[in-house]
Each structure stands twice: as structure tokens, then as C-alpha cells.
T-cell receptor
Framework: EAGVAQSPRYKIIEKRQSVAFWCNPI?????LYWYQQILGQGPKLLIQ????????DSQLPKDRFSAERLKGVDSTLKIQPAKLEDSAVYLC?????????????FGPGTRLTVL | GNSVTQMEGPVTLSEEAFLTINCTYT??????LFWYVQYPGEGLQLLLK?????DKGSNKGFEATYRKETTSFHLEKGSVQVSDSAVYFC??????????FGKGTRLSVIA
């Protein structure tokens, strides 16, 4: 079974530029998550989708971050404009139904460096 | 809100030593508890989980027991190997709240 796919794996941009990340979840998984992991910390949820609807985006900095999951499968996360403090690994995860005990499967992540 | 506190690293052990990584949590209700592991160069993967009090999760020789009375979910392994070198994250999820992670504990096992 194929895992969660993410691209690109690495991205370096200047501050104030824009960047987009792509995620393809495990086939059949209704729930998709985007996390931000800053060096030395655990991942922090940015947004959760159930199919193509947003369940939780309370920690998403909406002035600069946006995400969509069209057709309930692939998802993109965009940052515009980027700031230095956005340097982090962006992780995508998926799970079957989003329940409390549901296992989340993580992709390899995209390491973003903002100069 | 929900939170997880796990022991600071790095932890360095010799091969075949006993491992304990402490994890305590704060949450309302009855959260589910998880240990995730990140091997060098790889993504996060679930190591084990427990969804109710007194449950024991186990995988690859690792174990953790959900202790509601002490709000703990300590990770243990009787004999570590070099291949266990990784970063270990304790996490919890309660109801409709997000999965909340600890800061991670880096384990290095030397031969």
C-alpha cells in the first residue's frame, strides 16, 4: 500500500515570496491533516480536512496561509507571503475517519527554509 | 488545553540496555495516547497506541501502559538495539481536539 506522498521534499525561498506544498493521502482516507514542525519541537496541527470540508483550522495563520482539498483527495498548502519564522518542516498526514483513536499516517515532509 | 510533557533528551544508551522515556499528560476526559517514532531520514510513524485506561500498547519490543491515575504513558524497552536510534514523540488526542505532541526525545544507542 502506498504511503502519504508529499512534494517537494525541500524548498528554499526568500522572505515575502510565496510557496506551495502538495500532498496525496493514502487511498480511501477521508481525513487529511497539515502540520508544522519547527526544529526541536513536536508537530503542530495547522488544518484538518474531512473529505473536502475543513474540520479545524483554528491554528492556521489565515493572513498568510491557505489550504484546499479539492475533490476530497489531494491537498495543497500555500504560504503567501513567507516570513523567516515559517522555516520548518511541513508534514501531511491522513487517517481513515478522523476519530480520536484513529492512526494518522505521515508523509516524509517538506523542509522549508525562508532566507 | 491538552498538553504532553516528555523527558528531555538526548538519551544515550549502550546496546542491550533498558530504556524508559517518561511521558505525562494533561487532558480532560479520556484521551487516546500514542508514541510516534522518527528514524533518521524518515517520516513520523506510529510505534504504538492505547485508547483507554490500563490498556498496554506494544510493538517491536516497545511497550507503554495508559495510566490514568498518574496521567502517564511511559515508553519502555527491555533491550535496545542500535537500530532503535531515533526521535520518539509522545502524543495525545481527546475527542474532537487535535493530536498534540510532546517535544520529542532523541535516543542514541551505541554498540
Amino acid at each position: 500500500e502506498a504511503g502519504v506522498a508529499q512534494s517537494p521534499r525541500y524548498k528554499i525561498i526568500e522572505k515575502r515570496q510565496s510557496v506551495a506544498f502538495w500532498c496525496n493521502p493514502i487511498s480511501g482516507h477521508a481525513t487529511l491533516y497539515w502540520y508544522q514542525q519547527i526544529l526541536g519541537q513536536g508537530p503542530k496541527l495547522l488544518i484538518q480536512f474531512q473529505n473536502n470540508g475543513v474540520v479545524d483550522d483554528s491554528q492556521l495563520p489565515k493572513d498568510r496561509f491557505s489550504a484546499e482539498r479539492l475533490k476530497g483527495v489531494d491537498s495543497t498548502l500555500k504560504i503567501q507571503p513567507a516570513k523567516l519564522e515559517d522555516s520548518a518542516v511541513y508534514l501531511c498526514a491522513s487517517s481513515l475517519d478522523g476519530g480520536q483513536g484513529d492512526t494518522q499516517y505521515f508523509g516524509p515532509g517538506t523542509r522549508l527554509t525562508v532566507l | 488545553g491538552n498538553s504532553v510533557t516528555q523527558m528531555e533528551g538526548p538519551v544515550t544508551l549502550s546496546e542491550e540496555a533498558f530504556l524508559t522515556i517518561n511521558c505525562t499528560y494533561t487532558a480532560t476526559g479520556y484521551p487516546s495516547l500514542f508514541w510516534y517514532v522518527q528514524y533518521p531520514g524518515e517520516g513520523l510513524q506510529l510505534l504504538l497506541k492505547a485508547t483507554k485506561a490500563d490498556d498496554k500498547g506494544s510493538n517491536k519490543g516497545f511497550e507503554a501502559t495508559y495510566r490514568k491515575e498518574t496521567t502517564s504513558f511511559h515508553l519502555e524497552k527491555g533491550s535496545v538495539q542500535v537500530s532503535d536510534s531515533a526521535v520518539y514523540f509522545c502524543a495525545l488526542r481527546g475527542g474532537n481536539t487535535p493530536l498534540v505532541f510532546g517535544k520529542g526525545t532523541r535516543l542514541s544507542v551505541i554498540a
